[in-house]
């Protein structure tokens, strides 16, 4: 064990002190000594060492001014021979500068090669001051905001005076996600903002994801048409089968078969619905924004509960522990949140609990539903609102489940700026909660509803 915590340099330090004090000392004494012998050849050895110590004085004299000569000059050339201490620290000196001109040499050429690959770079790349105002910027920045030297130190709240990229800007926390923009200089493109903070300062990077989005809109659009297609020949697929299962003359032996085709069909039918709804979701880049009454919502979503729980006989207890109203969709609200109440109905085993609560939390408010049911092992909770992605899929698929209900409610929750959090240990049961901000939340005073909305 080193008990020693001095500074790992310090033993070497105390070294060279020593060294450089015998140098010195024993230059002193040779010049007594000196003083002395001539003193005693000339009759007096006191006035022998006054004058050898007044020649030494003087030529330490000499010394410390050829040292800081030697030093004016920047440590540029290599130290002459002072004699004694001075040469050993004017050797120090030289030698840690050009360690420090290596050093800063370095550094030149690193700073050198991030400018030049930033500069290169096709995204826009610009560095804020602690005042927002932009200090540097690359070339596609340049191009891609129409920038000209006239900008620097311009705020960069001023040159993309956009509302959304002010909200986002203003509340960006690093890291972030970022923001997708309609380009504010050509409408047909799309733009990707992402500020990230460093100290006081930030960097903004910018970069075209116009592509991107048309891939994506070609993606939802292709999935809605589709879903939409196929709507029509299953609905006629269906009633044909259920005519047919009607038929009170029907062979027995095909009686298996059209129950399979009726459940089946019935699936499928339930997988086209929630593609369309995720579509309508997608696409509709605001919603129609109402007064939506979370109490009686609720106790809306409580009966339609009590109806699904039939065959499972839970207890399931609603508490409505604020009387609190949320700006939204109704229609959509109703659907996610019993998307959540059904899951739970649905992932525990028989004669279970299921508990669905409403109450007020700092800054909105919060609704729950929680279950003593199978649970979800944690590393499968990330992934649930993942587009049909499944723990079991048998067990999802036995209970009628379309594996795109989380998705559904991810998407209708982005819509109302709420957001979902999943807390479960497998075996126990789950806690699903959804917290709602302030601003789209409804107290008191209803008549003046439409001053209170949202924009
Ligand atoms: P599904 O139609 O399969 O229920 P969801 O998107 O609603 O699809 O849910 C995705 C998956 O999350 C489910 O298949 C299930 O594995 C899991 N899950 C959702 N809610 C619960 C819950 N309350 N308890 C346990 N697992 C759940």
């Excluded at 005042?131 to 920045?141: F, G, H, I």
């Excluded at 979503?301 to 399931?316: C, S, W």
Aim: hydrophobic share 35%; net charge negative.
């Amino acid at each position: 064990m080193n008990l020693d915590n001095r500074h790992p340099e310090a033993p070497r330090q105390e070294r060279h002190t020593a060294t450089l004090f015998w140098t010195d000392f024993k230059w002193l004494v040779f010049m007594i000594a000196l003083g002395a012998v001539f003193g005693w050849y000339a009759g007096s050895i006191e006035w022998g060492i006054i004058i050898s110590l007044l020649l030494y004085y003087g030529w330490r004299l000499y010394a410390v001014q050829q040292f800081y000569l030697w030093m004016s000059r920047s440590l540029t050339v290599p130290p002459p021979d002072f004699s004694g201490s001075l040469t050993f620290m004017a050797n120090q000196l030289y030698e840690s500068k050009k360690q420090k001109q290596k050093v800063d040499q370095r550094i030149t050429a690193l700073v050198t090669k991030i400018r030049s690959s930033l500069l290169a770079l096709q995204d826009a790349v610009i560095l804020l001051d602690k005042e927002d105002r932009m200090d540097w910027w690359n070339q596609s920045a340049e191009t891609l905001l129409a920038l000209s030297s006239e900008d620097q130190g311009r705020s960069i709240l001023q040159v993309i005076n956009v509302p959304e990229f002010h909200q986002y800007y203003v509340s960006a926390t690093s890291p972030n996600e970022g923001i997708r923009l309609r380009s504010w200089r050509n409408s047909e493109r799309f733009l990707q903002c992402e500020v990230t903070h460093f100290g006081h300062e930030k960097l903004l990077i910018i970069y075209d994801v116009t592509r991107l989005q048309h891939l994506e809109k070609m993606r939802k659009d292709f999935v809605g048409n589709v879903s939409h297609e196929l709507r029509t020949p299953l609905t006629v697929l269906m009633g044909y089968i259920e005519t047919f299962s009607d038929q009170p003359d029907l062979d027995p032996k095909w009686q298996r078969g059209f129950q399979l085709m009726t459940q089946q069909t019935s699936r499928m039918n339930r997988i086209i619905n929630d593609l369309l709804l995720l579509s309508r979701l997608e696409n509709e880049e605001t919603i129609p924004v109402e007064y939506v009454d979370m109490p009686r919502l609720l106790v809306n979503i409580f009966d339609d509960a009590q109806v699904y729980n039939k065959e499972y006989g839970h207890v399931i207890n609603l508490h409505l522990d604020s009387q609190k109203s949320v700006y939204g969709s109704e229609t959509y609200l109703h659907s996610a949140l019993l998307n959540l109440v059904t899951n739970a109905i649905k992932y525990t085993p028989k004669g279970g609990e299921v508990n669905i609560g409403w109450q007020d939390s700092k800054e909105g408010c919060l609704f729950s539903v929680s279950d003593n049911g199978i649970g979800i092992a944690r590393e499968h909770i990330e992934r649930l609102t993942e587009r049909f992605y499944r723990v079991d899929s048998g067990r999802s698929r036995n209970t009628g489940g379309t594996g795109l209900g989380l998705a559904i409610v991810k998407h209708v929750l982005y819509q109302h700026q709420a957001t979902l959090s999943i807390e479960s240990t497998e075996g126990k049961g789950s806690t699903f909660n959804i917290f709602f901000p302030s601003q789209r939340i409804y107290t008191e005073d209803k008549g003046n509803e439409d001053d209170k909305k949202p924009t």
